[in-house]
């Protein structure tokens, strides 16, 4: 009797089984399509840093005052800027980011006082030589405001990295050929 | 041109081109069957995990079984150090044969068989073993250990599940008493209640044959939760491990090929073959609409039960199956009895 019992209770688990599958068979499918669609970056996202722009002059507000150089434990960030005329503080001209070194502790987002940089959301990096990592983050920011598109996206806080922007919308295979080289330029 | 179409069909219905034909006729319908079913697979795989299953090749991925025999197609035939070669190119080959030659007994419609054969349930069980065999003999030939163990595991799981198989195929001869699949298709018609299935006044237990009759397909054609020979996550491919290219191609279309002849054994024996279920228009359109059924069952059903383990499988076989199967095979044998007494 006992053994009967088992049996019974046995094929009816397999049949509960069975329907619950046959359930998720019907549902609509989950998977987001990757190469055709990419899901968006959430906002607090680390991809690797980049300079901020003032909106008004569209220049970055970096003043070089070295503080997040000497604030980064791997050692990977150098800047370098000139006084211009007329200015009361300095202006960045290169800001040399090692990514190869770099862990996204995150150390000299804190440590700005002027809000300076932040994380972008660029998520595709991959290359391959060791070079394409090696950033200069003053390219990259003049790359995005040459792009007009992107300073329009810029002023939107939630779409702020124009990148990523693109990557949540549309065209698929320019924007991964571009990414794939570093995040060094926008397509 | 009526004229001409029937001197055309009359000329291929003479004998040595009827053979032509039907050779044509059957192996193309094991490749575009194999080659699908893989697609079918994968989709459904797919759709039970709530992913959209390939898509990228040909619209809804269509394209994908083609590209797939290309780039197996493509790849170099390598026999292993030690192997026993000829063997070891035979396997594929043995594995299926057999599934061709007995499809050619299976009823698709009213006499729409390669063969009319009266005795061709019997053909197709004496084949089938036989490719077990050649999988038994492809591990073995591999040398390699997770090939020979998966073959000492195909003869005992098989040795175990020929037994219920066999006692229900009894049955069902008993039932339809006679050996010919065309006239148990016969004897099914009118309406799904003629079908063995449902004629629980020959036998009580009709449906419960049935499902034994399943799970041993399923277990014959080494298929989830009964795949032990292939295994992939203890054996890495079982008796496939030292396949590749077109070898191992060949392996995976002879499971398709198998679970097409299952299907459509089952089918006959049970589903009432090509009879419809209201007794009207019988046809090969009703044949494929309930072997695919029984298809899409087992694409559904392995993926929803993970896999055995052995012992369960044997323990499966030898306290459940072959006791209850020989249990409705006597009680078949005296409800015959006093059917014919009372009549």
Known sequence: MNALQEIYGGFKSLLIGLRITIGQFFRPTVTVRYPHKTLKMPPRYRGHIELVGNPETGKPLCFVCKLCERACPSDCISVEGTKLEGDKRKSVTSYKLDFTKCSLCGSCVEVCREGAIRFSRDYNLAGLTKEEFLLDLVQRFQAQQADVKSEIRDQRPETRNPKSEVLGGGKPEAELAGAGKSGGSVS | MNALLAKTITFLDTEPYRLVVWVLIIVTFVAINAAYLVWVERKGAGRFQRRPGPTEVGPAGLLQPVADGLKLMAKQLIVPAGADTMLFRAAPLLVMAPVLMSLAVIPFGRGLAALNLNVGLLIVFALGPINLMAIMLGGWA???????????????????????????????????????????????????????????????????????????????????????????????????????????????????????????LATVLFLGGWQSPFGLMPGVVWFLIKMYFLIFSVVWIRWTFPRTQFYGLLNLSWKILIPVSLFTLILSAAMIKILRALS
């Not at chain 2, 077109?246 to 299952?262: D, K, P, Q, S, T």
Request: charged share 10%.
């Open chain 2, 142 to 264: 591999s040398r390699n250990k997770y090939a020979v163990m998966s073959a000492a595991r195909v003869v005992s799981q098989n040795v175990a599940y020929e037994i219920p198989m066999l006692l229900v195929v009894t049955t069902m001869a008993m039932v339809s008493g006679t050996l010919d699949l065309n006239q148990i298709v016969e004897q099914q018609s009118g309406g799904f209640w003629h079908w063995n299935l449902f004629r629980v006044w020959v036998n009580p237990l009709m449906p419960v044959t049935f499902l034994i009759f399943y799970i041993c397909m399923l277990a014959e054609t080494n298929r989830a939760p009964f795949d032990m020979a292939e295994a992939e996550s203890e054996l890495v491919a079982g008796a496939y491990t030292e396949y590749g290219g077109m070898g191992f191609g060949v392996f995976f279309m002879a499971e398709y090929a198998n679970i097409v002849l299952g299907c459509s």
